[in-house]
C-alpha cells in the first residue's frame, strides 16, 4: 500500500529534517496510521544527539512511543480500524520510530487501546505513564500500600504522572521539584507537599526516616539522597538517569532497614505487566484528568526545537506530539 506521509528523520546525531515519503516507515507485519506520538527525555537525548540512543544506521525516524489505528495487518490478532498503542521494545531506538505518520511495526509489544481510551490519552500519558504506572505496582508489590511517597525528578514527565498517580490511588505525595515555578501545577496534581531538590550528606549513611517509599525518576544524587530517608522496609523504583547515572550509597539502608531497591525499565517489561499498567491507567486516570498534565501539543516540525529545550531543564512535563497534519 502506498499513501504520501510525512516523518522526522535523522540523517545523523543532532540532525534532523521532515521528509515526505510514499512507503510506509519500518517493515514489521502491522501497518499502523500513526496519530500520536510524544516527547521523553529519551527521545529529546535522541533528536539532539546528547547520548547514543539511537542503536541503528541512519537515516532514521525517532520516537520511542506510538499510538493510532491498524490500516493493514499480516497478523489475525490486529484487525483493521482497530486504535493500538506501542512503546519501548526498541521503538526509536534499534526500529524506525513513532515520529511519522505511516509505521510498520513489529508486534511483540503492540498493545489494543484500553477501552474507554482514547489514543490521544495514550499518549499524553505514553513511555512516561507506564513508566510511572510499573512504579507505582512496584511500591504494591513490596509492601507499601499507603504512607509517604517522595517523588523526585517531579518537573518531568515521568514524576508528574507519577504524583498524579499515587495521589489518586490514597498515597499522600512529597514532590521534589527545583523548577519552584512548577509547585503549584504539581499541588493541582495532587502533590500534598512540594520541596526543592534533595542532596546527599555523605557523612550521614542514614538518616531521618520520614519517607515510606520512593519514586525516583531523576536517579544520580537525587536517588543517592534518597535511600537514606526511607523508612524500614520501604520500596524505592528507580527509573530515571537526568540528575546522573552514578549511586553514591552503602549498604546500610539495605540491611538495616530492610529497603527494596527496584528498578523500573518499561522498554523491556512483560505484555502481561504492560496489560495490567495501561488497564489500571484507564482507570486511575480518567481521560478528563489527562489534560491537566499536558503541556503543549506539538506537531512533527516542532519536535527539534522543544527537545532541545527539553535536554537543558527548559521543558519540563509532558509534550504531546500530534501527528495528523496536511503533507
Known amino acids: 500500500m502506498e499513501q504520501t506521509h510525512k516523518s522526522l528523520i535523522l540523517t545523523g546525531p543532532g540532525q534532523c529534517s521532515i521528509v515526505h515519503g510514499s512507503s510506509p516507515a519500518g517493515n514489521g507485519p502491522v501497518l499502523i496510521a500513526v496519530e500520536y506520538s510524544s516527547i521523553n527525555y529519551k527521545d529529546a537525548l535522541a533528536v539532539t544527539g546528547k547520548a547514543k540512543i539511537v542503536r541503528a544506521s541512519f537515516p532514521f525516524i525517532p520516537g520511542i512511543d506510538l499510538a493510532g489505528t491498524v490500516l493493514e495487518s499480516d497478523l489475525k490478532d490486529y484487525k483493521p480500524g482497530e486504535p493500538v498503542v506501542l512503546t519501548g521494545g526498541g521503538l526509536g531506538e534499534r526500529f524506525s520510530g513513532g515520529y511519522t505518520q505511516l509505521q510498520a511495526v513489529q508486534s511483540k509489544y503492540l498493545l489494543k487501546v484500553p477501552e474507554g481510551m482514547s489514543t490521544r490519552t495514550c499518549m499524553i500519558l505514553g513511555t512516561a505513564g507506564l513508566t510511572a504506572m510499573l512504579s507505582a505496582m512496584a511500591l504494591e508489590d513490596h509492601g507499601v500500600i499507603d504512607g509517604e511517597i517522595l517523588v523526585t525528578g517531579a518537573s518531568g514527565g515521568v514524576g508528574m504522572i507519577a504524583v498524579k498517580l499515587l495521589a489518586n490511588l490514597g498515597y499522600t505525595v512529597i514532590a521534589s521539584c527545583g523548577s519552584t515555578h512548577l509547585w503549584q501545577k504539581l ?54 538517569n537526568a540528575a546522573g547515572s552514578e549511586l553514591n550509597t552503602t549498604v546500610y539502608p539495605f540491611i538495616l532497614r530492610g529497603i527494596t531497591l527496584a528498578g523500573i525499565d518499561s522498554n523491556t517489561a512483560l505484555v502481561r505487566d504492560r496489560l495490567l499498567a495501561w488497564e489500571r491507567l484507564q482507570i486511575l486516570i480518567p481521560e478528563q484528568e489527562a489534560d491537566q498534565l499536558l503541556m503543549a501539543t506539538v506537531s512533527l516540525e516542532d519536535i527539534a526545537s522543544v527537545c532541545r529545550a527539553k535536554v537543558t531543564g527548559k521543558a519540563p512535563g509532558r509534550f504531546l506530539v500530534s501527528t495528523a497534519s496536511e503533507t
Request: glycine residues 12%; aromatic residues 2%; contains cysteine.
Open 187 to 240: 499541588q493541582g496534581l495532587g502533590a500534598a507537599r512540594t520541596i526543592n531538590r534533595i542532596d546527599t550528606d555523605a557523612s550521614r549513611p542514614l538518616m531521618h526516616a520520614q519517607y515510606d517509599g520512593v519514586v525516583d525518576a531523576a536517579g544520580g544524587t537525587a536517588l543517592s539522597a534518597a535511600l537514606p530517608q526511607v523508612r524500614v522496609h520501604g520500596c524505592v523504583a528507580a527509573s530515571g
